[in-house]
Every structure is written in C-alpha cells, then in structure tokens.
C-alpha cells in the first residue's frame, strides 16, 4: 500500500482530488491511499507517506517542502495546473506512476 498525502491550502479542494485519484487508482488495481489535508499538518504525516502531492496554487511552497520532506526520502511534487483544475484523477494517477514505482 502506497500512502500519498495531497495538501492544498485549506484541504478542501485537494479533497475533491484526492477522491478522484482514489476512484482512478481503484480501477487501475493499484494499491494507493490518498489523503487530502492542509499543508498546516504536512509534519504531521510526512514520516507515514511515500509521495507528497501539492496543488498548483502552492508552487511557491515547493522548495520549503522539499527541504521538510528531504530526511524521510519522500518526493515531493506539484500537480500539473490543468489536471487540477479538471479534478483529472486519470491524469493525476498517470503523472504519480512514476514517483511510486519501486
């Protein structure tokens, strides 16, 4: 089981996400849970998650999370603008692949 946390401002629109992602990894086979949270509580599960995903709209955070998530091996990476914004969770699923494959 791979754990991905998504976090966005306030956790709400990353909620969306995160179910559409769920739905798309489910019919894919793939073991995946995907939680949406506040980037507030990011050290709060940072030692529990194989992937970090954030919402475009925290790009300016990318360097700050990195250096947070760096000690525990986890990547951390921004979703693509236009497949948030459609809540794409095919497309998410496509762009994550590579960042869990073992």
């Known amino acids: 089981m791979k754990e991905i946390l998504l976090v966005c401002g306030t956790g709400a629109s990353s909620g969306f996400m995160a179910k559409n992602i769920r739905q798309a990894a489910k019919a894919r086979g793939l073991e ?3 939680k ?3 980037d507030s509580v990011i ?3 940072i030692d529990q998650i194989d992937l ?3 919402g475009p709209h925290l790009s300016y955070m990318l360097g700050d999370l990195e250096e947070v998530a760096k000690p525990y091996g986890v990547p951390v ?3 693509p603008k236009a497949d948030y914004g459609n809540l ?4 998410v699923c496509d ?3 590579p960042y869990l494959s073992e």
Do not use: Q
């Open 32 to 34: 995946w849970s995907v």
């Open 36 to 38: 949406a949270r506040s």
């Open 43 to 45: 050290e709060d599960y």
């Open 52 to 54: 970090l995903m954030v």
């Open 77 to 79: 990476a921004i979703i």
């Open 88 to 91: 794409d969770g095919e497309a």
């Open 95 to 97: 762009f994550m692949l």
